[in-house]
C-alpha cells in the first residue's frame, strides 16, 4: 500500500505533510513503516503528556469500551461526574468551578468567548498579537496570523488585537464596551513567549475595573507542560474563564471550559456538543491526572524543563537569538528559517515544531528523561553546526 499517495490523492489537503509515514508508538518513541525509531519532542502536537500508548490511558479506554462508548449530557453518567470533580481539585485559585465539556482546544475557546458575550451582555473581545486560538470562526477571529485569517473573511465581528505584553496599549483598548480579554499565559504557536507576569496582572485589572472577563487559553499549557497544572500558578492571576484541551487526555480527543460556579448554571440550550462528555473521553483524561498526580511528572516538569534549557543555553552557534519558555514547553528563536533546522532534526532522529517562520518548538511528553533531552540538544548542535549556509536570514525575531 502507499500511503504517501493515497493520502496526496485523497485527504483535504490543509495539512503541509513531512516525508515521513508513522505507524508505530511508545513512550517517547515513534517508528515510521521502515523501522526507523524517532525521539518524538513534537508530543503529538503538545497531546501526547503522557507519551505514546500510555499504559493507564490505553487500560481506561479498553475497560470502558466494555461498559458505555457514548453517553450524551442529557443524561448522568458515572465517569463524567467523577472527572468533573478531579477537575474541580486541580483547577486554580480555590475558586468552585463549573465546567463544559467538549472535543477540542479550539472548541473550548468557542465555549469561553459565547459564556463571555452572555455573561457580560457585551461583544468585544481583545486579544493579543502572534496569539493562536485555534481555527473555528470564533477562535479564529481572536487569532492574530493574517495568513490564517485572510481567506475565511469576514470573521467574528467585535474582536481587537493589541501588543503581546504591551500594558499602555492594554489600558487603551480594554473599556465598558469590552466583553472579555482573552491571552496565552505562554504563546505557543506565535513563538513560546511567555507573558510578562506584570501584563497579566494588570489584564487582570483592568478586566475588573472595566466589568470584562478574562480569559485564560491553556489548550496547550494545562495539565502540568509548564511545571503546574496551569500556567497561571506561576503568575498568580486567576482568570474568569479557562479554556482547556490538547494533553487532557493524553490523546484522547477532548475539550472542557472552566468558569465560575456562582454565575450558576448556563440556560439550558445556550450551548451543547454531541460527543462532549463521552464516557470514553472521561475515563482517558482520568487517567491522566491520576497518573500526573502519582508520578509527580508535573514537579519534573518543571525541574526537567529547567535542565533541558541550561543545556540549550550551551549550544554555542551564531543562528541561535534567545531560549525562552516555561517547563516543557521550550522555543529555540533563531537567525534563520527553522524548517530547514527542523529537517535535519528528523534526519537525526528527533521530530521537533515550528513556532511561526523562526523558532523551533519542543513540547515533549512529560515521560520524558534527561538523556532524552540531553540527545535532542545535541541533535540541534549539530543540526545548527552542519548548516552554516541556511537562507534566507532573519533579522527582529517578533513575527
Known sequence: MDIRAIESRYASGVYPKRDLVLVRGEGVYVWDEEGRCYLDATGGQGVALLGHNPPAVRAALQEQMDRLMICPEIFYNDRRAQLLEALQSILPGGRAWRIFLCNSGAEAVEAAIKFARWRTGRAEIIAARRAFHGRTMGALSATWNPTYRQPFEPLVPGFRHIPFNDIAALEVAVGPQTAAVILEPVQGEGGVWPADPAFLRAAREQCDHHGALLIFDEVQTGFGRTGRWFAAEHYGVLPDLIAMGK???????????????????????????????????????????????????IERAARLGALFQDRLHRIRSPLVREIRGLGLMVGVALRARATPILRRLMAEGVLALPAGPDVIRFLPPLIIEPEHLEQIAAALERALAEAPALVPQMEGGEG
Request: charged share 10%; proline share 10%; with cysteine.
Open 247 to 297: 494533553g487532557m487526555a493524553g490523546g484522547f480527543p477532548i475539550g472542557a471550559t472552566a468558569f465560575p460556579a456562582d454565575w450558576g448554571p448556563l440556560p439550558a440550550g445556550a450551548h451543547g456538543s454531541t460527543f462532549g462528555g463521552n464516557p470514553m473521553a472521561c475515563v482517558a483524561a482520568l487517567a491522566v491526572i491520576e497518573t500526573l498526580h502519582r508520578e509527580r511528572l
